[in-house]
């Protein structure tokens, strides 16, 4: 099974939060500690990567929404 990266985040909880989106899809995902781990509550580097099949999947799933453009 090949994984990608999707994204990385300055600190863990945002991958987390974004997993646990993932997760309610049915989206299987794992989480990649890309630091040392802080004990000043500065968080540590992470990243988010998805299997290679649901790459697009998620992409859509964590884009922000279009905006609406008026006529």
């Given at each position: ?37 802080s004990?000043l ?11 290679l ?19």
């Amino acid at each position: 099974m090949t994984w990608i990266t999707l994204l990385t985040t300055s600190t863990r909880w945002q991958a987390e939060l974004m997993q646990q989106l993932l997760a309610s899809h049915d989206i299987p995902t794992k989480i990649i500690d890309l630091g040392v781990k802080s004990y000043l509550g500065a968080g540590t580097p992470a990243a988010l990567q998805v299997r290679l099949l649901d790459k697009w999947t998620a992409l859509l799933l964590l884009s922000p929404p279009e905006d609406e453009q008026e006529t």
